[in-house]
């Protein structure tokens, strides 16, 4: 069956009934050096023409002699220690052997059995409950180029009257990072999935080595997958989902693939070891290839590449400049802010979580700068179809609003249409509030004039107030502020109405 549709699969809840899900998660990063892994040219290629990035040694012309990133080496053993890897002394690059389409030297420099970084492991929290995810290995490789489909109804080769290929991205430094089998997931499998590259992604961006831009391809991952019936101690026949490339398909990939495979199990027939692809608008899995195995790639030492020495003394210099890495950093800042941990969570989803920490160190309290992001500029920034931090507001300006509403010159309403006019491109807060007339009114002639004329509209409330039911004074309050526009001080209003009527 080549598309199954949600009929044909089996249920989650009776999949978890009947199987146990194992995973394995290889995680390709690109690092954002200035250049490729193994020449000069610039790695960062995007909007310049096709082939433009290109020398011998990336097009793997003969003759040419790579020579090693030292950049990337370092980068790759700083990725390893924030994974908690054991960082191998001496290791050497290898050559992949297959069939590459999008790679002209027909093989992959890569490493296989003498990997930079090993034996790892991070720790998540999902739901409450601490998952370990160890880590086999984290090792540096390059990236193949990128084929153009020209002619089909989607970029796919599916259809294509041809293809062209672009080897800008060939020879783009990569971190492979490649988890052990991870078991007793159970339901939980495909969110510890999530939770594991969310938490990639956020340690690269804190190393400030990629990008990690999952939509753009920096961050991606082959998803693998295998169902050991209830008891059984024998992995079972895995499928590998290639490049998937956001938190959300990374969990609905496997949940599909968890449910395919338990469906193909429970009918007597067997999984295929297979590569497969996300298909994003349908939601489901399809068939690629038949799944090579790695003796089937013919690794052997690159004979063109030295080998490379990380001694104990550059291992602990390179430690010395590891930031503070997102887990621990998490923990801190939810005990400063006394956010609970759904809280935390709710900013982390968000990806709030720096620019409520720069909104409080411009003077903001934490309550009220993760209101902000959390609400009125998410809601902006999904109306745009935008990151968080490309909203058109910085944390300053959202500090200087706040500011503004604790000193009584602003209410939450005015401070919303501040918000509206500096992403407008009006000027600063201080300036949209003189440009529209923001302010709060809270001189007392205004007030009371606005007062008398509430309490003359309205006489049976007034006798009310008079007569001792206080609350009354609301509907009052509504008055003076729907007449001055929502721009009087309602405190001061409640104030001077009880005066009046006391």
Same mark, same amino acid.
């Given at each position: 069956?080549?598309?199954?549709?949600?009929?044909?699969?089996?249920?989650?809840?009776?999949?978890?009934?009947?199987?146990?899900?194992?995973?394995?998660?290889?995680?390709?990063?690109?690092?954002?050096?200035?250049?490729?892994?193994?020449?000069?040219?610039?790695?960062?290629?995007?909007?310049?023409?096709?082939?433009?990035?290109?020398?011998?040694?990336?097009?793997?012309?003969?003759?040419?002699?790579?020579?090693?990133?030292?950049?990337?080496?370092?980068?790759?053993?700083?990725?390893? %220690?924030?994974?908690?890897?054991?960082?191998?002394?001496?290791?050497?690059?290898?050559?992949?052997?297959?069939?590459?389409?999008?790679?002209?030297?027909?093989?992959?420099?890569?490493?296989?059995?003498?990997?930079?970084?090993?034996?790892?492991?991070?720790?998540?929290?999902?739901?409450?409950?601490?998952?370990?995810?160890?880590?086999?290995?984290?090792?540096?490789?390059?990236?193949?180029?990128?084929?153009?489909?020209?002619?089909?109804?989607?970029?796919?080769?599916?259809?294509?009257?041809?293809?062209?290929?672009?080897?800008?991205?060939?020879?783009?430094?990569?971190?492979?990072?490649?988890?052990?089998?991870?078991?007793?997931?159970?339901?939980?499998?495909?969110?510890?999935?999530?939770?594991?590259?969310?938490?990639?992604?956020?340690?690269?961006?804190?190393?400030?080595?990629?990008?990690?831009?999952?939509?753009?391809?920096?961050?991606?991952?082959?998803?693998?997958?295998?169902?050991?019936?209830?008891?059984?101690?024998?992995?079972?026949?895995?499928?590998?989902?290639?490049?998937?490339?956001? %938190?959300?398909?990374?969990?609905?990939?496997?949940?599909?693939?968890?449910?395919?495979?338990?469906?193909?199990?429970?009918?007597?027939?067997?999984?295929?070891?297979?590569?497969?692809?996300?298909?994003?608008?349908?939601?489901?899995?399809?068939?690629?290839?038949?799944?090579?195995?790695?003796?089937?790639?013919?690794?052997?030492?690159?004979?063109?590449?030295?080998?490379?020495?990380?001694?104990?003394?550059?291992?602990?210099?390179?430690?010395?400049?590891?930031?503070?890495?997102?887990?621990?950093?998490?923990?801190?800042?939810?005990?400063?802010?006394?956010?609970?941990?759904?809280?935390?969570?709710?900013?982390?989803?968000?990806?709030?979580?720096?620019?409520?920490?720069?909104?409080?160190?411009?003077?903001?309290?934490?309550?009220?700068?993760?209101?902000?992001?959390?609400?009125?500029?998410?809601?902006?920034?999904?109306?745009?179809?935008?990151?968080?931090?490309?909203?058109?507001?910085?944390?300053?300006?959202?500090?200087?609003?706040?500011?503004?509403?604790?000193?009584?010159? %602003?209410?939450?309403?005015?401070?919303?249409?501040?918000?509206?006019?500096?992403?407008?491109?009006?000027?600063?807060?201080?300036?949209?509030?003189?440009?529209?007339?923001?302010?709060?009114?809270?001189?007392?002639?205004?007030?009371?004039?606005?007062?008398?004329?509430?309490?003359?509209?309205?006489?049976?409330?007034?006798?009310?107030?008079?007569?001792?039911?206080?609350?009354?004074?609301?509907? %009052?309050?509504?008055?003076?502020?729907?007449?001055?526009?929502?721009?009087?001080?309602?405190?001061?209003?409640?104030?001077?109405?009880?005066?009046?009527?006391?």
């Amino acid at each position: 069956m080549s598309v199954w549709t949600t009929d044909d699969l089996l249920g989650y809840d009776e999949a978890m009934e009947r199987f146990d899900p194992v995973l394995g998660l290889e995680v390709h990063v690109e690092l954002s050096t200035a250049s490729k892994m193994f020449c000069g040219c610039p790695a960062d290629s995007d909007g310049a023409e096709p082939n433009t990035h290109v020398c011998p040694v990336c097009l793997g012309l003969p003759g040419s002699m790579p020579a090693i990133n030292g950049h990337a080496v370092e980068s790759a053993i700083r990725i390893g %220690l924030a994974l908690n890897c054991r960082i191998a002394p001496w290791c050497r690059m290898a050559r992949k052997n297959y069939f590459y389409p999008d790679m002209t030297k027909d093989y992959q420099t890569s490493q296989y059995d003498e990997p930079i970084c090993h034996d790892g492991h991070v720790d998540l929290e999902v739901d409450g409950k601490t998952y370990r995810v160890e880590i086999e290995r984290a090792h540096m490789e390059e990236d193949a180029g990128k084929s153009l489909h020209v002619g089909g109804s989607d970029g796919r080769i599916q259809g294509a009257a041809y293809s062209l290929m672009d080897y800008n991205r060939a020879g783009v430094p990569l971190i492979e990072i490649v988890t052990k089998p991870v078991r007793g997931l159970g339901a939980a499998a495909p969110q510890v999935a999530r939770a594991y590259m969310a938490h990639l992604r956020d340690i690269m961006i804190a190393l400030g080595v990629s990008h990690a831009r999952m939509e753009r391809g920096n961050l991606r991952c082959d998803a693998n997958v295998s169902l050991m019936p209830k008891g059984a101690t024998k992995l079972g026949t895995r499928t590998e989902t290639k490049n998937v490339n956001s %938190l959300r398909s990374v969990e609905g990939a496997l949940t599909y693939e968890i449910r395919r495979q338990a469906a193909v199990l429970a009918s007597g027939r067997a999984v295929r070891q297979q590569t497969r692809m996300w298909q994003e608008d349908g939601e489901y899995t399809i068939a690629g290839r038949d799944k090579s195995d790695a003796e089937d790639y013919r690794y052997f030492p690159e004979p063109d590449l030295v080998p490379i020495e990380a001694s104990a003394e550059w291992v602990e210099e390179l430690r010395a400049t590891l930031p503070e890495l997102p887990a621990a950093k998490r923990a801190r800042l939810s005990a400063e802010w006394s956010f609970s941990q759904l809280e935390m969570d709710a900013v982390v989803n968000a990806g709030a979580l720096d620019l409520i920490e720069e909104t409080v160190r411009a003077g903001a309290g934490a309550a009220s700068a993760r209101k902000w992001w959390l609400t009125e500029l998410s809601r902006r920034a999904n109306e745009a179809g935008c990151e968080l931090a490309e909203v058109g507001m910085s944390p300053v300006q959202v500090a200087a609003v706040q500011k503004m509403v604790d000193a009584g010159t %602003l209410t939450d309403k005015l401070a919303r249409s501040v918000i509206d006019g500096v992403i407008a491109g009006e000027g600063e807060p201080d300036q949209v509030v003189a440009a529209r007339g923001l302010a709060v009114v809270s001189d007392d002639g205004a007030l009371g004039q606005a007062v008398d004329d509430a309490i003359a509209a309205n006489p049976g409330v007034a006798e009310k107030i008079r007569g001792g039911k206080v609350q009354a004074a609301g509907a %009052l309050i509504g008055q003076v502020m729907k007449a001055m526009r929502g721009q009087a001080d309602a405190k001061r209003v409640r104030e001077i109405i009880l005066d009046k009527l006391s």
